[in-house]
T-cell receptor, first 114, second 113 residues
Framework: SAVISQKPSRDICQRGTSLTIQCQVD?????MFWYRQQPGQSLTLIAT?????????ESGFVIDKFPISRPNLTFSTLTVSNMSPEDSSIYLC???????????FGQGTRLTVV | AQSVTQLGSHVSVSEGALVLLRCNYS??????LFWYVQYPNQGLQLLLK??????LVKGINGFEAEFKKSETSFHLTKPSAHMSDAAEYFC???????????FGTGTSLTVIP
């Protein structure tokens, strides 16, 4: 299993500003995943972060809006840039336990943009 | 490609009644299926998983699910609902490599006293 610490747990931000979310894992993992969960909806994968290479973004998400860093095998950050109220969501960090095993999640960052 | 469909975005049951949350999957290869629960203001917690072993899978908190290939289903059940079961439930499927998970739209369970 993996224990994931994510911070901040919540924040209220002004539109036009940026917020960086941190994700720390208690073990080394190859891939880390960032999801967005909009109010009342399911999880949508934003990007996959590999250590030592650029993140791979899903359709509808771009690096300029959601830059990701992956400096080592236990840590990643997601920045939500130039925020608007539409960015108000829960952002979740996740790691896969390996082939055919479950994914582990951080407790999420609840972002409100005003 | 893999996907899951959860029928019923909201389910209400009386305390002590049977809980049944439906999940159907679509997969071009043998699927690996999961149920997660999300309590208010928390992340996702694994309830149970199917990884090609026994078709009837038992999880935490008295939940279980049965993998039915003929019906492409993985419905979640609990014989007797408890107030603490009120939460959002997500069905998910993963690829062979286990790197990407596809989540259903979620089912919000309300337990009525």
């Amino acid at each position: 299993s993996a224990v994931i610490s994510q911070k901040p747990s919540r924040d209220i931000c002004q539109r036009g500003t940026s917020l960086t979310i941190q994700c720390q894992v208690d073990s080394q993992v190859t891939m880390m995943f960032w999801y967005r969960q909009q109010p009342g909806q399911s999880l949508t994968l934003i990007a996959t972060a590999n250590q030592g290479s650029e993140a791979t973004y899903e359709s509808g998400f771009v690096i300029d809006k959601f830059p990701i860093s992956r400096p080592n095998l236990t840590f990643s950050t997601l920045t939500v840039s130039n925020m608007s109220p539409e960015d108000s969501s829960i952002y979740l960090c996740s790691v896969a336990g390996g082939p055919h095993t479950e994914a582990f999640f951080g407790q999420g960052t609840r972002l409100t943009v005003v | 490609a893999q996907s899951v469909t959860q029928l019923g975005s909201h389910v209400s049951v009386s305390e002590g009644a049977l809980v049944l949350l439906r999940c159907n999957y679509s997969s071009s290869v043998p699927p690996y299926l999961f149920w997660y629960v999300q309590y208010p203001n928390q992340g996702l917690q694994l309830l149970l998983k199917y990884t090609s072993a026994a078709t009837l899978v038992k999880g935490i908190n008295g939940f279980e699910a049965e993998f039915k290939k003929s019906e492409t289903s993985f419905h979640l059940t609990k014989p007797s609902a408890h107030m603490s079961d009120a939460a959002e439930y997500f069905c998910a499927v993963t690829t062979n490599t286990g790197n990407q998970f596809y989540f259903g739209t979620g089912t919000s369970l309300t337990v009525i006293p």
